[in-house]
């Protein structure tokens, strides 16, 4: 079973930048497609952005589409999201997921398990 590890949250001003890494255990990882969500405070975890196990396809959420890159080192077991451009409405909780199968707008029934999370604060 892999494992998932999020990292890389932290506080930033708006306008600013952070790179949010997931780092995967076991030898099955780059057979997965893989997926960032997000939940603000009293709000439902949703969608940010979604990759294809090879890497070849990407999706985001509108919301997000411009100001952060999903990307993958299947070598390294790694899942990295590079969010520019932040804003306060970005604030949240980031977590990683392993998707069931390819799913380019996955919901939270599409996701086959999570990391901890990480937590991102953007300050106006």
């Known amino acids: 079973q892999v494992q998932l590890v999020e990292s890389g949250g932290g506080l930033v001003q708006a306008g600013g930048s952070l790179r949010l890494s997931c780092a995967a255990s076991?030898?099955?990882?780059?057979?997965?497609?893989m997926g960032w969500f997000r939940q603000a405070p009293g709000k439902e975890r949703e969608f940010v952005a979604t990759?294809?196990?090879?890497?070849?396809?990407?999706y985001y959420a509108d919301s997000v589409k411009g100001r952060f890159t999903i990307s993958r080192d299947n070598a390294k077991n790694t899942v990295v999201l590079q969010m520019n451009s932040l804003k306060p409405e970005d604030t949240a909780d980031y977590y990683c997921?392993?998707?069931?199968?390819?799913?380019?707008?996955?919901?939270?029934?599409?996701?086959?398990?999570w990391g901890q999370g990480t937590q991102v604060t953007v300050s106006s």
């Open positions: 997921a392993i998707l069931r199968m390819w799913t380019p707008r996955p919901t939270l029934a599409d996701l086959r398990s």
């Open positions: 076991g030898r099955t990882f780059s057979s997965y497609s």
């Open positions: 990759i294809l196990w090879s890497g070849g396809s990407t």
